[in-house]
Each structure stands twice: as structure tokens, then as C-alpha cells.
């Protein structure tokens, strides 16, 4: 049983490359979600999804697209990168999200990404 | 939109002092997460709180929901070495399905 598997673990793009994090849970899982952590910001919410064909913005879009064609991955695109994009990313997957009482946020290792 | 604060930013503590940090809401909440990350690593759950004022506890770790269900603390009890990391609240707005994170308490403790 993986878990939350995100690859690569560290990536270096250029000013306008485009690029794919991958995501992956073998736990069943609902509802996933992106999130971004930056020195002394926390964790900011992305994108997320309930669930297969459904996705939903976070409090950072801008810049990133996801889809959610199966349960099980939940890939995220960034469509020119910017320095600003350079970040930590996590992806986060729940066995259930609903109103009130929900399941822990299972986090990947993470994708350390540098944007020159 | 939702803002969550958490206070202090950092806290350097001695081995067997005690250690609270403190979560502001902008809005009311659902219910709070607490999570807890070690240097290097990914965000790990500790606890969910869901009801008004209610308060859990863990060994050494006390959670609080406020009344209000607008606030949240944790406290540590006699911190030992392996309490050192970044603590996090992450709170749900009803009729979202977003958590929202707090900007972390890093935690360090002094042998």
C-alpha cells in the first residue's frame, strides 16, 4: 500500500517550460487536492476535486490546471512557469470530504520545483 | 475569502517547557485540523475537533475548539526533542470543500 506517491521529487524548469507533477493514490480516495508551501505562508490550496470528473478552484489557481480523469490520479500542469511558481508541492488525497466531519488529508513526500 | 492566522510564527523552547500555538479563523468553521510536519518532511494528522468547545487530548497534547468555533489551540506539555516541527491548523468552512491552512508555528526545542 503507497499511499499519496508524487513524482518527480525535485525539478528545475526554465522560465516559460511547461511541465507536469504527477500524482497518485492507491487508497481509494475521494476527494484530492494540490497545495503549495512557501517560507513562512503555510500551505496554500491550489486545486481540488471530490471526486472522478469533477475539479474545483483553490485559493491559488492562477497558472495551473488539473484534471481528474480516474479516482486514483490527480495530475497537476503548469502551463509557463514563472519564478514565482518556485515552491514546495504537496498533493493531499481524503477518503471522504463532507460537510462537517471528514476523514485526515493524506499527504505525498512532496515535488521541490525551481523555476530559473 | 477565508483566512486562517496562526501565532507565534516561531517558538524556541527548552526541553520539558510547555508550548501553545494559536489559530485565528476570519470566518466560523465546520470543523479544525490539526497536522504537524517535520523538517523535511510532508504535513502528518494529529486530530480533528468538530464541536463547540470541545477539547481533546493526546498524551501531552491538549486541542481546544473555541466557543465560537473561531478559534483552536494546541498545547504541548513538558516539550521533549522529538515535539520539534511546524504545526499547522487547517479549517472548513461550511459548505466548502476546501481546507484552508494556517501559516504554521515552528516549533524548536533546546536540549
Known amino acids: 500500500n503507497a499511499g499519496v506517491t508524487q513524482t518527480p521529487k525535485f525539478q528545475v524548469l526554465k522560465t516559460g517550460q511547461s511541465m507536469t507533477l504527477q500524482c497518485a493514490q492507491d487508497?481509494?480516495?475521494?476527494?484530492m487536492s494540490w497545495y503549495r508551501q512557501d517560507p513562512g505562508m503555510g500551505l496554500r490550496l491550489i486545486h481540488y476535486?471530490?471526486?472522478?470528473?469533477?475539479?474545483d478552484q483553490g485559493e491559488v489557481p492562477n497558472g495551473y490546471n488539473v484534471s481528474r480523469s480516474t479516482t486514483e490520479d490527480f495530475p497537476l500542469r503548469l502551463l509557463s512557469a514563472a519564478p514565482s511558481q518556485t515552491s514546495v508541492y504537496f498533493c493531499a488525497s481524503s477518503y471522504s470530504f463532507s460537510v462537517g466531519r471528514n476523514s485526515p488529508l493524506h499527504f505525498g513526500n512532496g515535488t521541490r520545483l525551481t523555476v530559473t | 475569502g477565508q483566512q486562517v492566522m496562526q501565532i507565534p510564527q516561531y517558538q524556541h523552547v527548552q526541553e520539558g517547557e510547555d508550548f501553545t500555538t494559536y489559530c485565528n479563523s476570519s470566518?466560523?468553521?465546520?470543523?479544525i485540523q490539526w497536522y504537524k510536519q517535520r523538517p523535511g518532511g510532508h504535513p502528518v494528522f494529529l486530530i480533528q475537533l468538530v464541536k463547540s468547545g470541545e477539547v481533546k487530548k493526546q498524551k501531552r497534547l491538549t486541542f481546544q475548539f473555541g466557543e465560537a468555533k473561531k478559534n483552536s489551540s494546541l498545547h504541548i506539555t513538558a516539550t521533549q526533542t522529538t515535539d520539534v516541527g511546524t504545526y499547522f491548523c487547517a479549517g472548513q468552512t461550511s459548505g466548502t470543500y476546501k481546507y484552508i491552512f494556517g501559516t504554521g508555528t515552528r516549533l524548536k526545542v533546546l536540549a
Open positions: 476535486s471530490v471526486g472522478a470528473g469533477i475539479t
Open positions: 487508497m481509494n480516495h475521494e476527494y
Open positions: 470566518t466560523t468553521l465546520s470543523n
